[in-house]
């Protein structure tokens, strides 16, 4: 058993320092997520078996402490199932990695495909996003008089014109903004990165923020970070979370469009949206987002209802509307054309 306490952070390092990025190529955004994945879970084991972190063994990783880890986080985080889905494979795949390399360890993996994945609801063909006005009461939330809001502000603003994603605007560098150029440089999935142009509106937010959050103009350093121990460092994806939450709430009072629940991927969203709806075409679309399939970024299409509507109404104008009480038909007391229509004459 001392050997599988010793072998269980031995293998955890190898796992995200050599197999994830060197072996298996994953992309720093995908090493991230798993990682904190890992310090949820281990957190929580620590928690439920009185444990100290370094101390844990292969055996208290087991289905039972796994799936209560997976509730938890369904009840305190919100977890849909897909998220919870998601979350289990990335705990699944360390797995698969020892009893790869350590054939005696594979009944911890046998043990965790006993999870069953929990079914979803079929989104595939929906989409969530804010109106017009919905999104503008959002962005009116952050108070610019405080530095926090300052902070929060640019932040939205900017992730609104570049519809980024949450990951891409956490792992942005302060030298990733070029106000000169009025582009921002994002580092998408698979480390893929693109540039995005940015409106003159962001750019002044970003010379107020850069004043007060980056006076010294380091190049290197996170846009967008906190201070832990004297050292600035990569802001959390659960302090997004908490923010964006907080001003979709107090929006909804003042905008009844505003949904219940406003997250930072629905920004990226509405962002698409209403760039479809302005006329962008899918292909530029796709670019913009950093899609790799471009049948990825049809949904929009697929789910705008409301550009289907106004084709339909456009077309009926075409076509006209007819009212049968309104036209007299045109063989009416015509006997002529009333044989020949019957093949009489």
Known sequence: MKKSK?????????????????????????ILATQQVWNMLLSFVCC????RVESLTFADLSRENV???????????GWTPSTRNHRLARIRSFFRYVASIEPTLVFYLEDLRGIPLQKDVNKSFMLEYMSKDAITAVLRQPDPSKKI????LFFLVLMYDSAARDCEMLSMRFCDFDPVGKVVYLLGKGDKPRSVPISDGT??????????FHPQKDGFVPMFYT???GKKGQMSDDNVA????????????????????VHPHLIRKTRAMLLYQAGMPLELLAQFLGHNDPMTTLIYARADNEMKRKAIESASVVTGSVSPEAEEATWDGNEEMIKRLLGLG
């Open 6 to 30: 010793d072998n269980l952070f031995s293998h955890l390092r190898e796992f995200f320092t050599i197999f994830l990025p060197k072996q298996a190529r994953r992309s720093s955004h995908t």
């Open 48 to 51: 439920a078996t009185g444990k």
């Open 67 to 77: 799936m209560n880890f997976l509730d938890k986080m369904q009840q305190t985080k």
């Open 149 to 152: 809001g300052i902070r929060d």
């Open 203 to 212: 750019i002044q937010h970003f010379h107020r923020y850069a004043k007060t």
């Open 227 to 229: 201070i832990r121990h």
């Open 242 to 261: 908490r923010f964006v939450s907080k001003y979709g709430d107090s929006a909804k009072a003042e905008c009844s469009e505003v949904p219940d629940c």
